[in-house]
């Protein structure tokens, strides 16, 4: 069984910083693509930045300059910088990784963390 947990969401003033990280444990042979996806109320959820096994990274226009994804392997775990942060950025955070378990890669989601930025 793999999980993602996630940490570091909570209020914030505009211009402020958050950093999120997510760990993934359990039964986990590798993982590939990891990333952060974000969902407002009444929004569809969006792409926030993802980061390949090799260190790639793509970011939403939204955030660029402002976040900056990072990962560490040997602590399966995936970062989130968020800087000067906007209250649109308002939001459920969730990261997702596709994770290889006994040679068959499935995404896998966390359980969203709230990050709520004050004007």
């Known amino acids: 069984q793999v999980q993602l947990v996630e940490s570091g969401g909570g209020l914030v003033q505009a211009g402020g910083s958050l950093r999120l990280s997510c760990a993934a444990s359990?039964?986990?042979?590798?993982?590939?693509?990891m990333g952060w996806y974000r969902q407002a109320p009444g929004t569809q959820r969006e792409l926030v930045a993802h980061?390949?096994?090799?260190?790639?990274?793509n970011y939403a226009d939204s955030v660029k300059g402002r976040f900056t994804i990072s990962r560490d392997n040997a602590k399966n775990t995936v970062y989130l910088q968020m800087n000067s942060l906007k209250p649109e950025d308002t939001a459920v955070y969730y990261c997702?990784?596709?994770?290889?378990?006994?040679?068959?890669?499935?995404?896998?989601w966390g359980q969203g963390t709230q990050v709520t930025v004050s004007s």
């Open positions: 997702a990784a596709t994770i290889i378990v006994t040679l068959t890669a499935k995404d896998y």
């Open positions: 980061i390949t096994s090799g260190g790639s990274t």
């Open positions: 359990g039964s986990i042979f590798s993982i590939k693509g």
